[in-house]
């Protein structure tokens, strides 16, 4: 008697809902890990810090927003759509968090830099699988 484990095929749309849903994990450990960054609570009191407006504010969680939709969003959206929107949801976030990795060079942000890479790879592997998505072949 062999003793193998069973393996069971996972759906394209919960495999691109779990890695938006990684996604977003990576993006806020990183902004948890930031606040242990010297200077960066008292620059958040004292108001000196990068999202220092309202519009400011406001951009960063439209921006934000889109990874924790298309947890959502990958699992209802008919086909055509929800291929487009992983396609270029991904394209976006994987050029997005390349730029804040590279910006963030500095031995404090080393963290960042890492998760921003992961954020990367994880956004590049959604726009590989959303483009290879299966068509229905007919007869």
């Not at 200077?39 to 927003?65: C, N, R, W, Y």
């Amino acid at each position: 008697m062999r003793n193998e484990f069973e393996n069971i095929k996972v759906p394209l749309r919960i495999q691109l809902s779990g890695i938006w849903a990684s996604v977003m994990c990576c993006y806020i450990y990183g902004d948890y890990f930031e606040l242990y960054v010297p200077g960066k609570v008292e620059g958040l009191i004292s108001g000196q810090h990068l999202l220092d407006t309202p519009m400011k504010l406001f951009a960063a969680s439209l921006i934000m927003a889109l990874p924790s939709l298309m947890i959502f969003l990958s699992l209802i959206l008919s086909p055509k759509p929800a291929r487009w929107l992983n396609i270029g949801a991904g394209i976006f976030f994987t050029l997005f968090t390349f730029w804040v990795g590279i910006s963030s060079l500095t031995m404090w942000h080393t963290f960042y830099v890492f998760l921003s890479f992961l954020e990367s790879l994880l956004t590049l592997l959604i726009v590989v699988k959303a483009w290879k998505w299966p068509r229905i072949t007919q007869p």
